[in-house]
């Protein structure tokens, strides 16, 4: 979501000034006007997973799309070393200062674990992870979606409004794996937006679906229970491809 030119209302093309000849879609000018891109968000910051960020309540759809009321982690680690199969180090986000501990488990599962030390009174802490299946929406590639003992399927690119979650699965059978990622705490909160960008196409311009934003968060409650040591693990998994 990065902006380009013609994201300003204009666009440079290689037409030439003196050219008689019927002009091809490539040498037309286009632009987005401004109106066109009033419901959209640009990046000041590369979209990275485990991106931690701190807020007064989990974000809706709308809201994490647009990364409203998020005060996200915008600085390296600090003190980071390597230990055992992954590395350990300090960092922040808003008001809140935590240890962040990622290693390998084994060659398909990734642990992280986050121990905070510090953070505003009620304030909820959060994790965002950027995935992508390639398209929001096709046969053989889903999400699903556990919760309270039952589990809930619906496309790769959907806008999901915070729900109670102990994981979730990214399915594709075309090529025949699934990344799960599983957190702890029964009252973590999931929601999901899709990344979406106008971009030229020809003569026009499209938009473009990059991926899904995923927001787990734990509340003050949650985090206590937890000892204020939220955590994750993302783990590929074989499927039968199709």
């Excluded at 905070?116 to 992508?132: D, P, R, T, W, Y």
């Excluded at 499209?206 to 409650?221: H, K, M, N, P």
Aim: some cysteine; glycine content about 10%; aromatic content about 8%.
């Amino acid at each position: 979501r990065w902006r380009e030119s013609y994201h300003s209302g204009a666009d440079i093309t290689h037409k030439s000034s003196d050219s008689d000849g019927v002009a091809s879609p490539h040498e037309h000018a286009v632009g987005i006007e401004k109106e066109a891109l009033a419901d959209y968000h640009f990046d000041k910051l590369p979209l990275r997973s485990l991106r931690e960020f701190t807020a007064e309540h989990a974000p809706g759809a709308a809201g994490l799309g647009a990364f409203a009321g998020m005060n996200r982690a915008n600085a390296p680690l600090k003190d980071w070393r390597i230990e055992g199969a992954g590395f350990v180090g300090s960092g922040s986000a808003g008001g809140a200062r935590f240890e962040k501990r990622v290693a390998f488990e084994s060659k398909t599962r990734l642990a992280c674990a986050w121990k905070i030390q510090e953070i505003e009174k009620n304030a909820c802490f959060g994790v965002m992870l950027c995935l992508s299946l390639l398209t929001p929406e096709a046969p053989g590639r889903t999400l699903v979606i556990e919760s309270a003992g039952k589990t809930h399927e619906v496309i790769p690119g959907s806008a999901l409004d915070p729900l109670a979650a102990s994981a979730f699965v990214l399915r594709d059978t075309h090529i025949g794996f699934a990344l799960r990622v599983e957190f702890t705490g029964s009252g973590a909160l999931l929601s999901t937006a899709p990344v979406e960008t106008l971009q030229r196409s020809e003569n026009a311009f499209e938009r473009v679906y990059q991926g899904t934003i995923f927001s787990l968060c734990w509340d003050a409650a949650t985090l206590a229970k937890l000892g204020d040591a939220p955590s994750l693990s993302l783990e590929f998994l074989s499927e039968d491809a199709k």
